[in-house]
């Protein structure tokens, strides 16, 4: 058990990674010991990350709040169960993906977009607004708008798979095997669906790159 | 926004970057605090359901569920081939016995039945004994040579052993074919017999004549009774008795056309009158 308890913990990517494992696990400890409040401290640490990785799948606030929350419950019901074999988040992270591939698969017919705002303190983004309405004139919140419709239309013209790998690298910042461990497949594969997702997204988005 | 330093290229990760700006306000996770605590109450009150352990297990025997029909799968074919393997590549022989005197012949069953046919079934009985291999059917003097068994065939047959036993097979073949012909001629000689039976039965049979001469003409009283009712109406035509039945037949002739019809003929007849009214 404690092989398998250290080859889970050398698959989290980082040093700051494997603290953040450490305290969780820590956290984790006192729920199963049954200090039910302890877990409000998971909650709030974790849930603009996991609600942001559905958000960005769902491309729907109302379904990704649903969602993030019925990750949250599923999770805390669950957490017996939790062995510390993989990071607390890694656990976490596969819930969230899983239920909302689940919530996708269901309702493939029915897409409805939702938009949360951009954040106008984000520097890069910012920047990439300049840039692209720096020769047009055109107004950046207007502009802003446009592009934050084309991408999410270009996301959702990923598959479910795609789209996740996608979220979970670019967007959520995840390293190669924690998606890996989430997707429940090889790196190799991750690999090559973040290399199909990215081309055909840059077929979509090819207007708005500038070289 | 204004402010901001000058970016000169735009790439797809760049592009993402702003998606990942695309964050909730803060109110939002007012809402999503309360909807959380609320879901998460349920679910401590809400009892499982009597199943969900079940579902466990499902669960985990779903990862074993491709090796398993796999398995299945292999075992099953291989069950079937056995089961269904040709039992011998040598064509086997269905035979039946013929006894015809104290000559025991086997017969191919296609010709059995034209045999039995043939054949008066007092005379010569027919023995429909179907073996697979006649090994023991030999009369006084023959000797049947005995066909391959199923049994020999099953599994492993060495090379040796399939050309004897194809040897013996044509040799068997050619006395039965050469059984068959003499069965055949014994068949042809009862056919014979029985046709000149049947012929000399048919000559003892009385001449044949025509159909209408063989119908005989009534007699005399028979053919007065069969003509009674007319003949008794033209030979009482004289004296009163035949007055008297002729006016009752008159009578009874125009009292049934009154009743029958309401058209008053023009003939009246009444006693020994006969009116007629123009």
Redesign the interface.
Known sequence: MDAVKSLGKSLVASPERQLEANSDLAIVRRVQEGDVAAFDQL?LKY??RV??VV??MTSN?EDA??L???A??KS??SINRFQGQSAFFTWLYRIAVNSTLTHLRKNRLRTFFS??????D???????????T?NTGAD?ETF?RE??EK??EA?QKLSIRHRTV?TLF??DGLGHQEIAEIMNCSVGTVRSRLHYA?QL??AE?QP???? | ??D??????????????????????VE??A??ER??RA??LA?IVEPRPWWAPFIRVGARIARYQLPVGATAILAITLFTLREYQPVNSNPVFESTVTEMGNHVVPMPVASKLDVALVMPAATSPVVAAAEPAPTAAASGSRTVQPVPSAATAVGAVSHVAMVNAELSSARYMADKMADNLAAAQASDSNLDQMLGHSLRTMDNLPPRSEPLAQISVPGESRLYRLLGGSVQSVSVGSGDSALRLNAQAARHLTERRISESDVISRLAVGGNRLTVKF
């Open positions: 909650v849930r603009g609600y942001g958000y960005n606030r709040s649903d993030t929350q019925d949250f419950i805390f019901q938009f949360e705002k951009i954040n106008e984000d520097k890069v983004s910012a920047e990439v607004i300049a840039a692209l720096d950046q802003a592009l934050q991408l999410n996301m996608i670019e967007i990215k997204l840059q988005l708005y790159i500038r070289r | 926004m204004n901001t330093p000058r970016k000169t290229t735009v790439t797809l990760e760049d592009l993402l970057r702003v998606k990942r700006a695309e964050q909730p306000p939002f996770w809402d999503f909807g959380m879901k998460q679910a």
